[in-house]
């Protein structure tokens, strides 16, 4: 069974503090991996990783993908009390049309 | 573009009444996901559909739950009997390629 595991489950850090979120991964045909932040309301996304290695940054914000480990990270640097949010990740791993599995997700909350 | 719209943002009902979940996607998007988003089970995939035929509909948990898009523009998610354990927000998400856009969700609390 495809499932993706998110950790750690929820976080309390200080403004200024470096995080580093994890997802790691077991599905039958990766494709792709994506972050979403969600605040109040719903998801927004933030990152699509599809190969290994290759950082992608996003201001503060930056992910990559280690596809022979099956995993993903998500640091933010100098976090800000407006990070705080659910953090979730997402794969796909059909051949056909997108369907993504999502992660439980990690609650970051940042202390000013 | 106003993005993915759902209505109502907030339904309470009672056990056994029927529920209808409302979604309008982005236009142009040939993607279409219904989730359901709980504490326990966090974001789970309901059903999605891509030009407006069911996909893969795994997800839905029980013959309780139906789902349709007659139109490019416009889906339900039925519920019917709903249950207490039916309470969740729910996600309408549309997309065109890769990215998912998400609606704003609909509360459902079921006494």
């Known amino acids: 069974e495809d499932k993706v595991v998110q950790s750690p489950l929820s976080l309390v850090v200080h403004e200024g503090d470096t995080v580093t979120l994890n997802c790691s991964y077991e599905v039958t045909n990766f494709r792709s991996l994506l972050w979403y932040k969600q605040e109040k309301k719903a998801p927004t996304f933030l990152f699509m990783l599809t190969s290994s290695g290759i950082e992608k940054k996003s201001g503060r914000l930056s992910s990559i993908l280690d596809k022979k480990e099956l995993f993903s990270i998500l640091n933010i640097t100098a976090t800000q009390t407006g990070d705080s949010a659910i953090y979730l990740c997402a794969v796909d791993s059909t051949s056909g049309t997108y369907k993504y599995i999502f992660g439980t997700g990690t609650r970051l909350k940042v202390l000013a | ?111």
């Not at chain 2, 504490?39 to 789970?44: A, H, I």
Request: aromatic share 10%.
């Open chain 2, 1 to 111: 573009d106003a993005g993915v719209i759902q209505s109502p943002r907030h339904e309470v009902t009672e056990m056994g009444q029927e529920v209808t979940l409302r979604c309008k996607p982005i236009s142009g998007h040939n993607s279409l996901f219904w989730y359901r988003q709980t504490m326990m089970r966090g974001l789970e995939l309901l059903i999605y559909f891509n030009n407006n035929v069911p996909i893969d509909d795994s997800g839905m948990p029980e013959d309780r739950f139906s789902a349709k898009m007659p139109n490019a523009s416009f889906s339900t998610l039925k519920i019917q009997p709903s249950e207490p354990r039916d309470s969740a927000v729910y996600f309408c998400a549309s997309s065109y390629l890769v990215e998912q856009y998400f609606g704003p969700g609909t509360r459902l609390t079921v006494t």
